[in-house]
């Protein structure tokens, strides 16, 4: 039980991001908030969890052998962190254009579908039939999503902002397959969601002088940075490893569920936002492909347990 609360914690906090970013101050850009955020919650993640490594690895005592260091782990890990840096301006850019409601379901729902593609594509190994149902159904509501779009707005989507929530679920298909191949190699689940978060925040440090940050002189803008940084980083990451450790793949995956809720939600109780009967049945669709998706993930090679978080 300790575990689901863990997942589902996780999955609210990951919700909250658009939201976040929207009741930010005036002035901030997609890629201004994402450097920020990766700087403070990267850090944050890669020194709460190393931290939890090496106690984990204290406890296991010199008997468990342990995987050593290469340039292919080092490469790997450096690519989670450079897609995840990837992932935040994309993935803001996508909900700036089309709403918190629809960027973060196109978002969350194309991650592990393009993550079990691309390991389709690595691998050769042939999809189930479930997940090629699934993915049928999503594909189909992130279309009618594109067609919808908010209500009085007298066209569908924003192609762009489609665009950035779909490249921000890509960046995560990569972390998602880079991630599998770390853990079957016998790396520590800690140890490899630090080195992401080390890596990110290191990249987007090098990135800091050619933003624009006067928004951090508002106090909104602060509480915002601290809050996207450590809370849907730095602590959502830790409580979504550690209770995925104790959770099935089909009950990890159906918990994930709660954040793309959240953010849709929020959308429309806090913002305002408000989705045409199209947006609203392709919400509906694609709600149901991850469901499938959901409960079709029984293995530990399905991507399904590495639903996207924002």
Do not use: K
Not at 20 to 41: H, K, N, Y
Not at 124 to 140: D, S
Not at 220 to 227: E, N, P, R, Y
């Amino acid at each position: 039980m300790v575990h689901v609360l863990a997942v589902l914690a996780a999955a609210l906090l990951f919700g909250t991001t658009g939201t976040s970013q929207a009741l930010g101050p005036e002035g901030t850009t997609p890629l201004s908030i994402g450097v920020m955020r990766m700087v403070i919650g990267g850090t944050g993640l890669a020194l709460i969890a190393f931290s939890l490594a090496a106690r984990h690895a204290r406890r296991q005592g010199g008997g468990t052998a342990r995987p050593r260091w290469g340039p292919r782990p080092v490469l790997l890990m450096v690519l989670t962190g450079a897609c995840l840096a990837l992932y935040q301006p994309l993935f803001f850019l996508g909900t700036a254009r089309s709403g918190v409601a629809v960027g973060t379901v196109v978002a969350l729902g194309s991650a592990p579908i393009l993550a079990g593609l691309l390991e389709w594509a690595l691998t050769r190994r042939m999809p189930t039939p479930t997940w090629m149902a699934a993915t049928a159904l999503a594909t189909i509501g992130v279309v009618l999503l594109g067609f919808g779009g908010e209500a009085g707005t007298g066209g569908g989507a924003d192609p762009l902002g489609l665009a950035g929530s779909v490249g921000a679920g890509a960046s995560f298909a990569v972390i998602a397959n880079a991630q599998r191949r770390l853990l079957d190699d016998g790396w520590d689940p800690f140890t490899v969601v630090g080195a992401m978060g080390a890596s990110s925040a290191v990249i987007c440090a090098f990135a800091l002088p050619f933003v624009d940050l006067g928004w951090l002189g508002a106090t909104s803008g602060v509480v915002m940075a601290l809050w996207l940084g450590l809370a849907t980083i730095s602590i959502a990451y830790v409580l979504f490893t550690w209770g995925l450790s104790g959770l099935t793949a089909a009950t990890a995956a159906t918990l994930t569920l709660g954040e793309p809720l959240t953010a849709s939600v929020l959308g429309i109780v806090v913002l305002g936002e408000r989705l045409s009967v199209l947006a609203i049945v392709g919400l509906v669709v694609l709600a149901a492909g991850l469901a499938l998706l959901a409960w079709g993930s029984r293995t530990p090679r399905d991507p399904a347990p590495y639903a996207v978080e924002a």
